[in-house]
């Protein structure tokens, strides 16, 4: 497979490596990354998860396949402090598990959401079997990476990266490849186990994907950031930030 698009910067032998959330891209850690030049002491690496924004697609998508595909961007050798959000923090997990040759020492992961009903999977299987809408214009796609990243509100339409949308003969469309939603519910009592890191789990206290009480199942003390919502990295990128900092400094 053709490399993912990624972001890099810094220098070392830690590594920081920041995942997205799905339906997003890499841009959404752009205020994390503002901080790293005075808070960082290593590399960073952000990619764009496979299937999302300016990386290509899979034949078929796994958890397993995204950390794959993840590792093969991180220097050998490398000690790594993963920061996930949603979706990322899963493969952050994955990553942690030593399977893909990649050494984790932590992972912090943002939001996963680790309880899904019946219905949400049948709305998830629904929406992977759905090809992505075109639009006469730029801005009516870039609405529609906004609402499937979870942004819409955030951020406006004239801040969607290029990479996370296509221009076709006839309009425009978002890159994102809808099969990844089929992907299900993730094993996080399995991939918990498997982890040779240690493991921090945060959300925003106004998430409704991964509320306090899901998370204290898996942890016994997630992090829960005062005020914030589903994507907090976007929120706030300072009080994420900070979880970070103090889950390095152990």
Do not use: C
């Not at 186990?193 to 898996?218: I, T």
């Amino acid at each position: 497979m053709k490399g993912l698009r990624v972001q890099r910067g810094g220098s070392g032998d830690s590594v920081l490596l920041l995942l997205h959330g799905m339906g997003a891209t890499g841009e959404v850690w752009a205020g994390i990354q503002e901080l790293l030049p005075s808070r960082w002491p290593g590399r960073w690496i952000v990619p764009d998860l496979p299937g999302h924004g300016g990386s290509p697609s899979l034949a078929r998508y796994s958890f397993g396949q995204l950390a794959a595909a993840v590792a093969a961007e991180v220097p050998s050798g490398a000690r790594v402090t993963a920061v996930g959000h949603s979706l990322g923090g899963v493969v952050a997990l994955a990553l942690a598990s030593g399977w893909f040759g990649v050494t984790v020492e932590l992972v912090v992961g943002v939001g996963i959401k680790v309880v899904w009903t019946d219905d949400e999977l049948a709305k998830a299987a629904a929406l992977a079997a759905r090809p992505q809408p075109e639009y006469p214009t730029r801005e009516g796609a870039a609405e529609r990476h906004l609402k499937l990243a979870g942004l819409a509100g955030l951020l406006p339409t004239d801040q969607v990266p290029d990479a996370a949308l296509a221009e076709t003969a006839t309009g425009w469309t978002v890159r994102f490849d809808p099969a990844a939603f089929g992907m299900g519910a993730p094993p996080m009592a399995q991939l918990l186990a498997a982890a040779r890191a240690r493991v921090v789990l945060a959300a925003g206290e106004r998430d409704p994907m991964s509320p306090k009480a899901h998370l204290e199942q898996l942890v016994a003390a997630p992090v829960i950031l005062t005020g914030l919502g589903h994507n907090a990295p976007v929120e706030d990128p300072v009080a994420v930030w900070s979880v970070v900092e103090r889950s390095v400094a152990g």
